[in-house]
């Protein structure tokens, strides 16, 4: 048994020197499959769900190499990696649709909180109140990818002192979102907090994680991690879904893997929150609270753990070689840890951001070429 996977990407575009450009106006106009931001200078795609991981490394390289030709087409413009706007000389918001009503909310109350790039990973599962006991389960667990994927260490051209500024500063809507106990709960609480107006609409969540679907909240078939900061790196975002996935299908066969059975929900919110500002701190290395028990560990311990666990799972549902760029990341660090140790080591930010620009182009192109030429993705 394997879960149907997707992804919904946010990028920057800009310049091989590493200044964000807004252009998301001509991409969205141009391309099919990218939809606009509030602001212009990050895009956004979607991959259709795939079970296979392979198909599933060709729908997320694919776009992303159309999206770099016509980027070309337009000027000597490529991709930013990062979650924020590292080189950034101002915080001034960029519209990308003055028309859009939503987008003057967005811009009025939130500014350039809000202007950051992540990956969105979706899981489907069909039943709902199964996919709430997994929403439940992954919200407390959620400040681990979150440490795995941290990549936004820089703000306006310097390092702020944390490892995902983009997390640190994100406005999570609204200010305090329960673990839901069935899908009937979601349901009354969305109701209640759109009468509010805490909410806009029904996409007005924004937390790190949220039950997905055609009509929510009452029609729901995916679990949707949000807090991941970008992973540009394919293979390690495909391990990072792996893990998740793999966590998923354990948690299918084990009840122990449910958080209201061992405290209370208020108790393991404000937990998850502390957690969750630990790991925009410090990611890899934060001391986060487990959830079981409440014990101090390190997040890149809990995610050892997590690891030994659920190999087995992995293995039985053929999705265990997957996983092997997670040792990597936990021995080397992720993207933000790298980045901030060439940054000691006396390494501009500028120098650091072109740099991974060409790495990433590079590695993009080879990955395609080797993997996907024999894929048909649509």
Known sequence: MTLSKGFEI????????GDVVGLSDKIVRALDG????????????????FCSYDRLLCALLKPRQKLRAYLQSLGDYTLIPGSTLSLAKSDRFYRSDPNNPYHDYIEQTYGIKVVT????INLGISDPDLLIRACRLIRVEAPLY?????????????????????????????DNVPLFES??????????????????????LWSSVRPNGDRRPYKLNRLELRICDLIVDPLALLAVTALLEARLLQ????????????????????????????????????????????????????????YKEVYPVAKANGISCFLSPLKKILRSGNKAQQWLKLH?????????????????????????????????VA
């Open 10 to 17: 946010e990028m920057y575009t800009g310049t091989p020197q």
């Open 34 to 49: 990218f939809v606009r931001e509030p602001d212009s200078r990050n895009v956004e795609y979607t991959t259709a769900p």
């Open 117 to 120: 790039a992540s990956v969105h």
């Open 146 to 174: 979150l440490a795995l994927s941290a990549s936004s260490p820089f703000l306006l051209g310097r390092a702020t002192g944390y490892h995902s500024t983009r997390w640190q500063m994100f406005p999570k809507t609204p």
């Open 183 to 204: 899908h009937a709960h979601f349901i009354r609480w969305t109701e209640e907090q759109l009468a509010a107006k805490t909410m806009q609409n029904v996409r007005h």
């Open 251 to 306: 948690m299918f066969g084990d009840p122990s893997l449910e958080p209201l059975a061992v405290s209370h929900e208020r108790d393991l919110v404000a937990l998850t929150d502390a957690n969750e500002a630990a790991a925009a701190k410090s990611s890899l290395d934060a001391e986060l609270h487990h959830w079981q028990d409440g014990s101090k560990i390190i997040a890149r311990d809990w995610i050892e753990q997590i």
């Open 344 to 376: 000691q080591q006396g390494m501009d930010v500028r120098t650091i951001i072109q740099q991974d620009i060409q790495d990433i182009a590079r590695q993009e192109k080879d990955l395609e070429d080797a993997v996907c030429r024999e894929i048909l």
